[in-house]
């Protein structure tokens, strides 16, 4: 990682002549300095240390844009799948198979696994999923996180006469992302072109491999009906699952948690009730 490709002679004003080595490192190449000039016999070992904290600092940096780009909302950028607090079974359930999803994302590449989580409001259900973005944005993958309403407003605004984008360039910025965090579906009134958008969306990105992870309050029947047939067959296609959120708010249990500064409150057998399979007769 940190190896020598060459060293040639200098001469310092203050001190004379001294070996300069040039050293390769995996975000550039450095030349040391004088070693009497810096106090410390500035050796190899050094310069190890100083661009192991440089790489430590520049990956920080580019964790820090990468949630910038995210748009995780600031409420939910220190959620954690640890700091999820489990107080049922089901509650238990839904987050182990978050971390298995979240641990197991480089195998859901290779087949779009993807993940859709229904049911009550204040349930945790944008805890979980912004949880498995900070892992991922953690390790080096991108996110973004997008209401369903925002995401049809960028797609739209394609359609004005001055957009510099076409529709299509609005999708692609949609399927760039390794995990699409699409939330509040079901809020819209559902109209066939939010319908067509959708399954245009999840479409572009089953072709891509690139797991999804869909966001809605509605109760499960409503929640599929809004979504559409087709969108339903593209996330069985790909081994998608359901995650039912069927037990009631925690928000206020949570509010006070220290854990939670910035606000209150794949295939995994035998599968529970609380997480199974779309169901093929729908």
């Not at 006469?161 to 699409?182: G, K, N, P, T, Y």
């Not at 399954?199 to 809004?226: C, H, M, W």
Request: net charge negative.
């Amino acid at each position: 990682m940190f190896d020598v490709i060459g060293c040639e002679p200098r001469y310092c004003v203050t001190h004379g002549d001294y070996t300069c080595n040039f050293v390769h490192s995996p975000i550039g190449d450095i030349a040391t300095r004088c070693p009497k000039c810096t106090g410390k016999g500035e050796d190899i070992e050094s310069h190890r240390h100083a661009m192991i904290e440089a790489m430590r600092k520049h990956d920080d940096r580019m964790v820090e844009r990468r949630k910038s780009d995210a748009m995780i909302p600031e409420r939910y950028l220190s959620r954690t799948l640890d700091n999820y607090r489990t107080e049922t079974e089901g509650q238990a359930k839904a987050m182990g198979h978050c971390r298995t999803f979240a641990d197991s994302f480089k195998n859901c590449q290779k087949t779009g696994g993807s993940l859709f989580m229904a049911g009550n409001a204040g349930a945790g259900k944008t805890h979980l999923a912004c949880a498995i973005a900070n892992q991922l944005i953690e390790r080096g993958h991108t996110a973004l996180f997008l209401g369903v309403s925002k995401m049809f407003r960028r797609i739209r605004a394609t359609y004005r006469a001055d957009s510099c984008q076409s529709e299509q360039d609005a999708i692609d910025e949609l399927v760039r992302v390794d995990l699409l965090i699409i939330d509040e579906v079901g809020v819209q009134r559902g109209t066939e072109s939010e319908e067509q958008l959708l399954f245009e969306v999840l479409n572009d990105r089953y072709g891509a491999y690139k797991p999804t992870i869909l966001i809605s309050n509605l109760p499960l029947d409503q929640a599929r009906a809004y979504i559409g047939t087709r969108t339903l067959d593209r996330l069985r296609e790909c081994g998608g699952k359901l995650i039912v959120f069927d037990w009631d708010s925690y928000r206020g249990r949570v509010r006070d948690d220290a854990e939670l500064p910035a606000g209150s409150g794949v295939t995994v057998e035998p599968m529970p009730p609380s997480m199974r399979p779309f169901p093929e007769d729908d």
